[in-house]
């Protein structure tokens, strides 16, 4: 079982950046797809951005393209999540994902194992 543990959440104003990480343990994730899902009250979990194994492909939600950039470090098992231009609407708890499978099954929300969530709060 592989335990993820989220990091760099937090309060900023709108327009402010924040780089959340997400860190393995236990089981090294280098060959498998990693990404990022977001739930606010009362709403679904929704996917964030996602990245493929090797670091080569990414995707992300069109509502974050252009100001999120999520990217991998096999060597230190971890994987990272850069927010710029952070809007209200990006409020949320973000929760690092990991699937055995391709980045197009973590974009239909098929995942194998969660972080636990961190708190991001952006005031306008």
């Known amino acids: 079982q592989v335990q993820l543990v989220e990091s760099g959440g937090g309060l900023v104003q709108a327009g402010d950046s924040l780089r959340l990480s997400c860190a393995a343990s236990?089981?090294?994730?280098?060959?498998?797809?990693l990404g990022w899902f977001r739930q606010s009250p009362g709403k679904v979990r929704e996917f964030v951005a996602a990245?493929?194994?090797?670091?080569?492909?990414?995707s992300y939600t069109d509502s974050v393209k252009g100001r999120f950039t999520i990217s991998k470090d096999n060597t230190n098992n971890t994987v990272s999540l850069q927010m710029n231009s952070l809007k209200p609407e990006d409020t949320a708890v973000y929760y690092c994902?990991?699937?055995?499978?391709?980045?197009?099954?973590?974009?239909?929300?098929?995942?194998?194992?969660w972080g636990q969530g961190i708190q991001v709060t952006v005031s306008s």
């Open positions: 990245i493929s194994w090797s670091g080569g492909s990414t």
């Open positions: 994902a990991g699937t055995f499978l391709s980045i197009e099954q973590m974009v239909a929300s098929i995942v194998d194992y």
């Open positions: 236990e089981r090294s994730f280098s060959s498998d797809t």
